[in-house]
């Protein structure tokens, strides 16, 4: 079974940032399209920010303008660079991979990583 590993989260102060990173556990032939998704206390999971195998990408609204999410196809890792963070993007953080192909040629759909905590304070 592969799974993704994310990475890069904390406690920052508001207007400070944060980068995200994720990656799987297994050696990957390629991935489809990767996410960042996140949870705060209370609230359901939301996506952040998506991007496609071939670069599209895709933002919630309220993150537009401060976060960036990018790939490495090479690599087969996924990025989010989060700046103006606010105290209302506390949450937990869920790298998400809507298929994973493996270099043993074996694919996994809707494949979830195990979050990373990012607190926004003063």
């Known amino acids: 079974q592969v799974q993704l590993v994310e990475s890069g989260g904390g406690l920052v102060q508001p207007g400070g940032s944060l980068r995200l990173s994720c990656g799987a556990s297994?050696?990957?032939?390629?991935?489809?399209?990767m996410g960042w998704y996140r949870q705060a206390p209370g609230k359901e999971r939301e996506l952040v920010a998506s991007?496609?195998?071939?670069?599209?990408?895709n933002y919630a609204d309220s993150v537009k303008g401060r976060f960036t999410i990018s790939r490495d196809n090479a690599e087969n890792t996924v990025s989010l660079q989060m700046n103006s963070l606010k105290p209302e993007d506390t949450a937990v953080y869920y790298c998400?991979?809507?298929?994973?192909?493996?270099?043993?040629?074996?694919?996994?759909?809707?494949?979830w990583g195990q979050g990373t905590l990012v607190t926004v304070s003063s």
């Open positions: 991007i496609s195998s071939g670069g599209s990408t």
């Open positions: 297994a050696r990957i032939y390629s991935f489809n399209v």
């Open positions: 998400n991979a809507d298929s994973i192909r493996t270099v043993g040629w074996r694919l996994y759909r809707d494949v």
